[in-house]
């Protein structure tokens, strides 16, 4: 504990808000978090029942450094939780064509295995043989990573809150649209519609894709993004299980699709990395016209049995993206006492257990060589990970 506590508002109890929340904690600061809703919020970004941890990220040497570091913590977290909440599944990509040295596929391999890490070389022959639900016809060449799967997101989130609580920080929900108050340009708190306040020596946004809403100047370099998702219950959902179905990418750089094994209740999640749809994130969540065809041609195509089978139920999720892809933590230029933590760009959950680090270091002013990158920026050339297809 630090000898004389600061208080700290967090506005948002998404992965980013309650990473924050714990670690500021443990540091001895006095922590209140709020959120306009109860936690996991079901629009939140977080929660949804699963998310991909990966540590493939092409040339990105700080991204995979950050994904093998979560990985380490995701074990640690089972075995403290004594849950297995990460399921070490492997992520296997595949592509169409020969892996070709710029693509995802090939970057991430290369990379992967120059660190040291042991990649397993996927042909169609392979594919055939390993995993048999995948068309191998359509898809030749690719890798498994044994070490990345995925979490069950919207668990992990209740257990932080849970956690949360625990140690001591005030969580209040349902608040009504909460937002920053500022004294000559100072941040000095939190106020709701219904006319209650908080205040604090320092207040961090953290509200996802609503983050540019409560803070318009943000607006030029952070948008919220809609993107589908779909949950299928195949009549057996056995053939959709590891290890022959691990964590998958179907061409993922150029197309976006990735999914899921079947979790406990049989339900497989398919989803697509793209560009999306820009939107309000206030605004009503509805899917696009023809997105159950679409995701069923790409099931035709890619995993055959699983194209016909019934839907269980869709969602609509919300990136905060960056133009440049890159998480955007960092105080506020001439706004005293705020902070933002936001700007996910869609691939953020996985790095949950270090994110709160990365949040208490930027808020104390500390050196942390992971915090540079997602710093108050100029807007320049448009980017993204490498597993985002543009289009
Ligand atoms: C479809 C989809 C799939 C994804 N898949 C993956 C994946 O496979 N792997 C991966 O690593 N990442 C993935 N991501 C990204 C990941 O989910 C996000 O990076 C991460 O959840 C962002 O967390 P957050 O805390 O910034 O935002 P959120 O989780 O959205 O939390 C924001 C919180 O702020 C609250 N809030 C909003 N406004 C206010 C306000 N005014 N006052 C108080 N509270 C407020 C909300 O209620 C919410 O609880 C995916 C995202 C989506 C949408």
Redesign the pocket.
Known sequence: MKATASSVLI???????LTAALELRARGWQVTL????R?P?P????TDIS??VRMDYATDKQHTEMGERSIELWHQWNAQWKENLYHETGFLVMSRGALMPGGFEHDSLVFGTGRGHSLHRTSAERLRECHPTWNADAYQDGYLNPRGGWVESGRVIARLAAEARAFGVQIHED?A???PIFANRCCTGITSADGRTWQADATII?????TPS?LPELREVMWATA?T?FHFKPENPDPFTPPHFPVWGADIGRTGWYGFPANADGLVKV?NHGPGRRVEASALRSLPDGEEARYRAFLQETFPSLAAAPLYSTRV????DTFDGAFWIDHVPDRPGLIVA?G?S?????FTPVMGGIIADVVEHKPNPWTRRYRWRERTAANSDGARASS
């Open positions: 506005l948002g109890g998404g992965c980013f808000g709020i959120d306009q809703g936690l919020h629009d939140a970004a977080s998310k991909v608040v649209h909460p937002r953290a509200a996802g894709a609503w409560l993107q998702v989803a999720c919300l990136y905060c936001a996910d869609g691939h953020a959950f996985k």
